[in-house]
T-cell receptor, first 117, second 117 residues
Framework: AQTVTQSQPEMSVQEAETVTLSCTYDTSESDYYLFWYKQPPSRQMILVIRQEAYKQQNATENRFSVNFQKAAKSFSLKISDSQLGDAAMYFCAYRIDYGGATNKLIFGTGTLLAVQP | GAVVSQHPSRVICKSGTSVKIECRSLDFQATTMFWYRQFPKQSLMLMATSNEGSKATYEQGVEKDKFLINHASLTLSTLTVTSAHPEDSSFYIC?????????????FGQGTRLTVV
């Protein structure tokens, strides 16, 4: 069975600094997607970044980038130039890449990120 | 991104009554919708996967007679909590995926906070 592990329940970063959130996963599949979602206090889930497992190049979205290590089954999120609005719960998630639209997301337990002014 | 609207955002009901939560995809057709439950400071727990026009698939441990899911159209799925009890109080979130293709995102509703008194 696939599992997603986030070993950092809470993290803190100073405004304008860089922080890295860790995520590891376990799967026997070769084709899958990995995601980072942000859940601010409003509780709305927001997709931050997505990585296809077949791509070697790490995904980037503005200040957000990932370090995808397929062999190590590691998928960390780096937030550069942290802003107060980045404060939220961050969830790492996994989804297999076949079988149609019913494929479900498997979430990690989340990392609560605080941004200090 | 696509918009998923969930209604109501908050609801308070008396113990023993039923409450219905709606999840609508506003600008796309979703063959598949997912229902999650989230306890405070915890991850999202998948309750069931609903496909338009067919019965929902429930995760292990989720009572299908208590959490009734209907997905009658490509834009609407409903979750009815029947004979609600205080322990059903939680945050419920839906998400929906595009009908076409594998390489598609799941978009989330804003969630419903259910309080059973």
């Amino acid at each position: 069975a696939q599992t997603v592990t986030q070993s950092q329940p809470e993290m803190s970063v100073q405004e304008a600094e860089t922080v890295t959130l860790s995520c590891t996963y376990d799967t026997s599949e070769s084709d899958y997607y990995l995601f980072w979602y942000k859940q601010p206090p409003s509780r709305q889930m927001i997709l931050v970044i997505r990585q296809e497992a077949y791509k070697q190049q790490n995904a980037t979205e503005n200040r957000f980038s990932v370090n995808f290590q397929k062999a190590a089954k590691s998928f960390s999120l780096k937030i550069s130039d942290s802003q107060l609005g980045d404060a939220a719960m961050y969830f790492c998630a996994y989804r297999i890449d076949y079988g149609g639209a019913t494929n479900k997301l498997i979430f990690g337990t989340g990392t609560l990120l605080a941004v200090q002014p | 991104g696509a918009v998923v609207s969930q209604h109501p955002s908050r609801v308070i009901c008396k113990s023993g009554t039923s409450v219905k939560i709606e999840c609508r995809s506003l600008d796309f057709q979703a063959t598949t919708m997912f229902w999650y439950r989230q306890f405070p400071k915890q991850s999202l727990m998948l309750m069931a996967t609903s496909n338009e026009g067919s019965k929902a698939t429930y995760e292990q441990g989720v009572e299908k007679d208590k959490f009734l899911i209907n997905h009658a159209s490509l834009t609407l799925s409903t979750l009815t909590v029947t004979s609600a009890h205080p322990e059903d109080s939680s945050f419920y979130i839906c998400s929906a995926r595009f009908a076409q293709g594998l390489n598609t995102e799941a978009f989330f509703g804003q969630g419903t906070r259910l309080t059973v008194v």
